[in-house]
């Protein structure tokens, strides 16, 4: 098979994989014609087995994976800046993929391809993956105090500084995370952001937040005036 059919192939496969309607069996029994196939590059950037992940065919995946699919394959094209564990819908789906094998990409920076997992879940506004990726590496890391604090750092900043709404509303609700954010808001250094942070607040409905929201309004507030001197 040359480059280019195999490409053809390629797309055509990563299509079958967004037709829920195509049953997994399709797909594998195309792997097993075109073992090529489990090694390729699709157009997304992801290979079969990651994009299995993405897409919610967990089974699929992992039956890729024992014919030798690459389960570590890196994307940083397609949005989901990293390994499957960026792509895992679940806990327990995460939990396999560690089980695995597969390494937690420790970049906690968005501006960089790949991304640690918590913080990509906070920038998707997915509060229950990002909740379990940090209590998750709060137990793996736990001998690196220094590296988690930056990590549940990293992960409120991009939650607040995108305005998910939903993922805030945990963060606030938590009393080892609200802490954090309250820091993060003290630190604002333009007016234009925190005005986007108080707009994100009056969007949160949830009244059993409202003292909370109240303390964070005070906080932009004084903010927003020491600022405007």
């Not at 030798?68 to 939990?95: F, K, M, V, Y």
């Not at 305005?163 to 938590?174: E, K, P, R």
């Amino acid at each position: 098979m040359t480059d280019q059919e195999l490409r053809m192939l390629s797309a055509a496969i990563q299509s079958q994989l967004a037709d829920a309607a195509v049953p997994d069996e399709v797909i594998l029994d195309k792997a097993r014609e075109v073992p090529e196939l489990l090694q390729a590059k699709l157009p997304s950037s992801a290979n079969l087995f990651l994009a299995a992940v993405s897409r919610g065919r967990f089974q699929l995946a992992k039956e890729l994976a024992a014919m030798g699919a690459d389960i570590h394959w890196r994307c940083e094209a397609s949005g989901i800046g990293g390994n499957a564990l960026n792509a895992a819908r679940t806990p327990e789906q995460a939990e396999e993929l560690l089980a695995m094998g597969l390494e937690i990409e420790r970049n906690l920076s968005l501006r960089l391809p790949c991304q640690n997992p918590a913080v990509t879940s906070a920038s998707r506004n997915e509060p229950e993956m990002m909740r379990y990726w940090l209590q998750k590496q709060s137990q793996l890391f736990a001998g690196e105090p220094e590296y988690l604090q930056q990590l549940f750092y990293a992960a409120i900043r991009v939650a607040s500084m995108l305005n998910q709404y939903g993922t805030l509303a945990v963060i606030m609700a938590d009393d080892e995370l609200f802490p954090l954010l309250k820091e993060i808001y003290s630190r604002e250094d333009t007016v234009d952001s925190i005005k986007l942070y108080q707009s994100a607040l009056r969007r949160i409905k949830d009244e059993s937040l409202e003292p909370r929201k109240k303390e964070l309004r005070k906080i932009l507030n004084a903010r927003k005036k020491k600022l405007s001197q």
